[in-house]
Nanobody, 115 residues
Framework: QVQLVESGGGLVQPGGSLRLSCVAS????????VKWYRQGPGKERELVAT???????DYADSVKGRFTISRDNGKNTVFLQMNSLKPEDTAVYYC?????????WGRGTQVTVSS
């Protein structure tokens, strides 16, 4: 069964850090471009970070210098390290993997940044 499962979300204080994981099953992640999206309360879903099969990365301006996307192909997993978190980072974070016509989504993990 093809699946993407996110984990690592939770409640964190402003300035804190979290590391999100996205584990793929049923397919090999190494050939896919993987993206992290987020959707905050009352907001549209936005692209946060991208990691290509060639290990090129790109980030939204709002998270540059604070978030890092990486992958471990041996574990079929992509990570999103989030530092210096702000209340406006509060959102459900989704993992997306795409390769040609194949396009998979996880169900998301909640990140809440609050004191």
């Amino acid at each position: 069964q093809v699946q993407l499962v996110e984990s690592g979300g939770g409640l964190v204080q402003p300035g804190g850090s979290l590391r999100l994981s996205c584990v793929a099953s049923g397919f090999t992640l190494s050939a896919y471009t993987v993206k992290w999206y987020r959707q905050g309360p009352g907001k549209e879903r936005e692209l946060v970070a991208t990691n290509t099969a060639a290990d090129n990365t790109d980030y939204a301006d709002s998270v540059k210098g604070r978030f890092t996307i990486s992958r471990d192909n041996g574990k079929n997993t992509v990570f999103l390290q989030m530092n210096s978190l702000k209340p406006e980072d509060t959102a459900v974070y989704y993992c997306n993997a795409r390769w040609y016509i194949y396009n998979y989504w996880g169900r998301g993990t909640q990140v809440t940044v609050s004191s």
